[in-house]
């Protein structure tokens, strides 16, 4: 049970609901104690990296904006981008925008660089991200001899596919450039049967280091995920020595990880501390005090409390509370444990001065729940309550934009079989009878090849693909005119 501004602010201060009021999608609150104490740590922790973040910062999408995440299978198969999208598409209900995925798994920089122009440019992008390190510095060599040696030698490698690729870069025009430093490996989480690689880490750091460079000699921007997410697992896993943010593998970051992604990008855009929605409404006096990104009207007494009309600008942003997708062990609610989105990022206040007494909310004649003069005073965090009407539309936009993420999964996994496979044999695009031949006698023996096996024998035909673009464009029509904010009535009802 809780009252107000949001499911871990009222627990940092200790207070208490004297009625019922449903979390986000009736989440279990049996982790209460051990989430807040982490969420409480990382906060901490995140306040000191905070320090560093002004000469990080991503300028905010604008109008009309094309957005590309370049990268390898963290960003291909991740939702790191899907969830910023999501971001957009509640927060900026009228802004027209599209976030594109441009990663294959297993890419370094040099298989980027070999499709950069048939399957990044070709989005024609005005901001490019592009993100890589995992891949490029190898994996099991580092638990052998030479290790050093090893380490210095692919780090190389990546910076002279890199030399290549920021000259392609200074040749665009009209595109932003934002380098992301990638997620971490965790060398140190406890994984059974997983025997860590010692300091692959700290040679993707050196690859971060030199992106860093060329951000800052070319005037681009840059962020790098690995430092601050080694950091918040490295405090996690004081308490919990299983926790990662870096996925079962110590790679792939599960779900929790990739909304910590969206997280950093969203503050390095400077969204922390806007709100979905401000109201604060003066009782005794019957006045609106605050409207932020809303607008209050026929605020009234009655009988039973009081009225009034609520119209917002955005929608408060859903948090899924299901670990989708093959091999997901998190949700994305659970990097609420880790970082302070709910609190910097996602708050839909109401508070309500002058009251006496108890009082039940209603939102469109539905129940949300009881909380005292106390706690409306202090403020009710809204985006916090899966069933408020708002929320529930908010919700709708989510599923949609996870079926469209589906959708654009399997443009990935087409284009993993034409960049990975088919181009160094010559038949980029050609999907002909040839190809089919090719395709059939390297499936037996290549298991990530027979994998996409199914899905090459229909991506293959135009028509399929079409099909597949019209459905995106469908569901991507229906996130906007989901997205348009309703107005709601709010009434207060005396206990």
Known sequence: MRCGTSRLGLLARGEVCILNAQPVENYKLNMKNLLLKKWYLSFLLFALLDTTSHAQQIAP????????????????????????????????????????????????????????????FSKQPTVLFTTFGMNDTGYLEYNEQEADKFADQKVEESRQGYMQMEERYKQLVDTRIVLLGSSPYDEHVKIADNTPLKSKNKAMLRVVDFQRESAQANGWEFYDFNQPMSAFSARMQKDDPYFTLSGNDRVHPDLDGHMVMAYLILKAQGFSGTKVAEMDIDAAHGKVLVSENCSLSDLHKTAAGWNFDYQANALPYPLDTVARGWGSKKSQYDAM????????????????????????????????????????????????????????????????????????????????VQYNFFQPKGLLNANNRKAIEVFQEHEQSDGWLRAKGDLYAKAMFPEIRKAWNDEMELLLQAIKRTSVPQKRTISLVRI
């Open 337 to 416: 444990a880790v970082v302070p989105f709910m609190e910097e990022m996602n708050q839909e206040l109401l508070r309500v001065r002058g009251l006496k007494g108890n009082y039940k909310l209603l939102i469109d004649q539905v129940e949300i729940g009881s909380w005292s003069a106390t706690a409306f005073e202090k403020g009710i965090n809204l985006a916090a309550l899966d069933h408020t009407p708002q929320y529930q539309q908010a919700r709708r936009i989510m599923y949609l934009n996870e079926e469209r993420w589906e959708i654009e999964r399997r443009f990935r996994d087409y284009a993993w």
């Open 61 to 120: 999408f604008k109008e009309n904006d094309r957005v590309v995440f370049l990268g390898n299978s963290i960003t291909d198969g991740g939702h790191y981008h899907s969830y910023i999208w999501l971001y957009y598409m509640t927060r900026f209900p009228a802004m027209n925008l599209t976030v594109l995925n441009a990663g294959i798994g297993g890419d370094t920089v040099w298989e980027m660089l070999r499709r950069i122009d048939g399957d990044v």
